[in-house]
């Protein structure tokens, strides 16, 4: 709140505050000095009235001086359930500016994922991805920061402000370091809590914060106090306009107003009248004095504080239920009171209104003091003026919200249709909260079941347990049926799995299995169930393969529930590690003309991203590396064009980084599976995503030579004891079995490796390339327990010629070869490079090379594999072939 001053004095609430406003000129300096400079963030703290607003009115001013952009926005406490409100008023200035073909040529790829959720497009019927959406969010600032050097941005009242706009605000200012741009957020210390309060204080870490700001000295308030009322104010006036205040700056100003007003004079004989004006000012006080400007003043102030924002004269009118011209009398007796004011132009988002409240605590008084049922009915009629005025039924969703229970079934279809919205730009809380409020009215008995599933869906990612209680409760009634009964049972099988419950998630869907007649409806919960079963394998569900063999043999995939049986069946297949062409054969047979099926893309939910996940792992270690790398790159591009931007995207990067593995083409991988660790730090750690990620990334660093980056990556990212119950290709105890052998820890690197060979026993899991526990065991035991290394070696080239592919058996070749001496290792050494040159694995390839060049003495095969390993960024080898070539003894 900023007050007129007479000329040449200090705005009021500026008293005392050069520190903030020296900081805030060094960061226009350094912003305008430089358009390649790193951004800024500036964090203002103080309680109500100190002056944050004020900080940032003059930070407009000294920008807009200088002739830059300046964008502002704040959050209102009536509207913190409106999602995206305050961002998208942040960037209207910027918005308006474009036509609608300009804006989607301008922002590109990001048009369709953000502008939803800034009202510049609709939204669609998919759910959106809230990381895409903010992700999306943050790059289009960006974009338009680039477009309008230099730029300053402003956000007041950022306790306010709604979830979805700090989840945005939180990753942008973490992405300042390559865009110059200021940002200064003020906000009140404490006020929130739960997500809002983590947001915050992750926006306060990436920033420089100033000291909180405090109340005025008396010194101070007595410059402030003759400044406004004159010199003659004498000392034991100013002194009790202090003590009567506290030194708030917003309270010292609004008294001295009053003082005016009542035309009291600042003599220490008048300073007893000084209590009482004051609390006319706020609280009790300020309703008292709202209540003598008459019925219809206060009754269009109540309207006005429904509204909270865009608040016209017509609309106040409508929902005050006044003629436009007893309103607009109301509104000036509201702004000679100094309640309402006219909103300042320039600080002002496009909508913003003809009158504002003159401060945020007022605005907070009048709503509080309106009688709880009129709050309520007049939400409820807002609500109707909303929709009416063509803004939406997501933005009249936060009036139906306060709306009393009366069992309207309209109102529930509203909210239920909010909700969609909501969903659809990427706000599931707020859809969260119109379903459990629908829930209230309530629904009818038909709606009833379909609402709880509705409200299960939105909740799925974030709130298993809650989620598994309303998905259960709408089992349990009637309503849902068909179809969707059973995705319902899916999604709640979902939420069991994401509680930990695995054998219960199973059990739901076997016994709705059960109830189902013979069909896809039917077929699909059995692969939903033998999917869950597999996770924990034979050991916990006994005969589980052999059951879907059984039922895989009947399927020749002319649905998508057979195709995905037969997704199943092939990856059950090659994790047991049975025949490669088998595995091949079954997965063909699941794809449409080699493609996937409508309805099993990618961004499909009917089936999940785990079993295409399957799928395209069934062909990478089948040596099927280009139909693998196919659908790992095909659900890059899906996730990233539809902007999903969490967990699905997260494990696209970590599969295409492991098709890159696969390949030998490792410095790729390293890129891509650090693309993937930094998204799944933002989703989670522990999740089965970032198990993934980390595993594969230490696999990788491992076969590069980086060892030391391996243990520090694994050290970083929690890669030891306990493992996740889910499947992680490859099989993380096996891969950190290698990693404790590659840093000498050789005595816990055995353990971790029997370790591996018990855990896959009892999940059913031999394949040596998956799990490749035998073949470092086997290593690691050479020189102590020989004959047990050389068993183990044998019986790992055993199951790689069952299973078949190239790579399994020149791996185990490899494995045999470091075991023996003399001639009987040229020999085994040059039929692991025999089959590994034909397989698509080059980096093994280069590996066999090496050692038989070491082997066999030549200098010939040491230089060929000294290029492969080049080529595969595999600076271990490169070095290890070095050294011997250098050293030259021995070598013809």
Known sequence: MTEEQPPGCATAPLWERDEELAVITEALDVLGSDASSCGNLLVLRGDAGLGKTALLTETRRMAERRGWTVWSTRGVETLRSVPFHVVRQLLQPALISLLPEEAREYLGDWYDIAGPALGITDPGDRQADPQGVRDGLVAVV???????????????????????????????????????????????????????????????????????LTALTPDAVAGLTRATLGAHADAPFCREVWAVTGGNPYETVELLAKVQDSEVEPVEARAGE???LNRSARGGGLVTRLEGLGVDATRFAWAAAILGTGISVDLVAQLASMTVDDAVRCAELLRNARILTEPDPAGSPSGAGDLEFVHPLIATAVYNSIPPAMCTAMHG???????????????????????????????????????????????????????????????VPEVHARVLYELGCATLLTKPVVT??????????????????????????????????????????????????EGPARLRLQAVQFMWEGIAGEAVFPRRSERLAALA????????????????????????????????????RSLVNGRLAPGLGWTDTEWGIELLLMLASSYAYTDRLDRAEALYNEALRTYETAGWSG???????????????????????????????RIAERVGRGLPLYWTATCNLVDTLLARGHVEQAWATAEQYGFAPPYPSTIVMPDPRSVRGRLLLAVGRREEAVNELEAAEKAAAARGHFNPVIVPWALDLARALASEDPVRAARLASDARRQAERFGTDTAIGEALRCAAALETGQRQVRLASQ?????????????????????????????????????????????LVAQAREVLETGRGLR
């Open 142 to 212: 960006r974009r338009l920061a680039r477009r309008d050097w230099p730029l300053v941005l402003l956000i007041d009242d950022a306790h306010w402000a709604d979830q979805e706009t700090l989840a945005w605000l939180a990753a942008f200012v973490e992405r300042l370091d390559d865009l110059s741009v200021l940002v200064l957020v003020a906000r009140r210390p404490g006020e929130v809590s739960g997500d809002s309060a983590r947001l915050l204080d992750a926006v306060a870490a990436a920033g420089r914060p100033l000291r909180n």
């Open 274 to 276: 000084l209590r009482a």
């Open 381 to 443: 009629i807002a609500a109707q003026i909303v929709l009416d005025d063509g803004r939406g039924i997501a933005e009249a969703s936060r009036h139906l919200l306060k709306v009393h229970p009366d069992d309207d079934e309209e109102l529930v279809e509203q909210l239920r249709d909010a909700a969609k919205e909501h969903l659809a730009v990427g706000a599931p809380d707020a859809a969260r909260r119109c379903l459990e409020r629908a829930l209230r009215e309530p629904p």
């Open 468 to 517: 598994i209680g309303h998905l259960r409760s709408a089992l349990g009634m009637s309503g849902l049926a068909g179809a969707e009964r059973v995705d319902a049972v899916f999604r709640l099988s979902q939420a069991l799995l994401h509680n930990d419950q695995l054998e219960e998630a199973v059990r739901t869907v076997e016994a709705e299995a059960a109830r189902q007649e």
């Open 553 to 588: 043999d009947t399927c020749t995939g002319r649905d998508n529930s057979e195709r995905a049986l037969l997704m199943l069946r092939g990856f059950d297949l090659l994790i047991q590690g049975e025949s490669a062409e088998e595995v091949v054969e079954l997965c063909d």
């Open 647 to 677: 967990g699905h995207l997260a494990l696209a990067h970590a599969y295409v980084g492991l098709g890159h593995r696969r390949r030998g083409r490792l410095r790729d991988a390293e890129t891509s599976l650090r693309e993937s660790l």
């Open 832 to 876: 692991a490079v025999a089959y590994l040159e034909a397989s698509p694995c080059q980096y093994e390839h280069a590996a066999a090379r090496v050692e038989y060049g070491i082997a066999a003495r030549s200098v010939a095969e040491l230089n060929r594999g000294l290029a492969l390993a080049r080529s595969c960024g595999a600076d271990g």
